[in-house]
């Protein structure tokens, strides 16, 4: 159950942090639209079954040509897409982090610059919370 649940949490963060380009893929395919993301969002906001609205996501964009459909999109939410091979270093997160303003989903994002603006929640549209490392 506790992976079930991180493996939606996941999902979720990836939606979150990758919404404006969910969409965009979306629309990009013939007769495509971002109505699965929506069903998403009205979840989030409803307190609905959001893991069966991933779930349709993540198998519309797999229809749509995406092998890896909504998984392609997972990260840490910091931006940094990719894999990271051994004693390759991630830039340093610093002392803070920002994680989900609900605790809802896994997204976390670190700043790399002091005037870097925090990101939004992609379900709320609200700041980021800042955590103390």
């Known amino acids: 159950m506790a992976d079930e649940r991180g493996h939606t949490a996941g999902r979720l963060a990836a939606v979150c942090g990758h919404l404006d380009e969910i969409r965009r893929d979306l629309r990009s395919v013939p007769g495509g639209d971002d109505g699965p993301v929506e069903r998403v969002l009205a979840a989030v906001r409803d307190g609905a079954d959001v893991a069966g609205a991933l779930d349709g996501l993540h198998a519309v964009l797999q229809a749509a040509g995406d092998p890896w459909g909504l998984d392609g999109y997972a990260d840490d939410g910091s931006g940094l897409r990719g ?51």
């Open 83 to 133: 894999i990271w091979p051994d004693g390759i270093a991630r830039p340093s997160p610093g002392e803070h982090v920002y994680l989900c303003p609900a605790d809802r989903c896994t997204r976390s994002w670190w700043p790399r610059r002091a005037t870097e603006p925090v990101p939004e929640c992609g379900m709320s549209g609200a700041a980021l919370r800042r955590k103390r490392l």
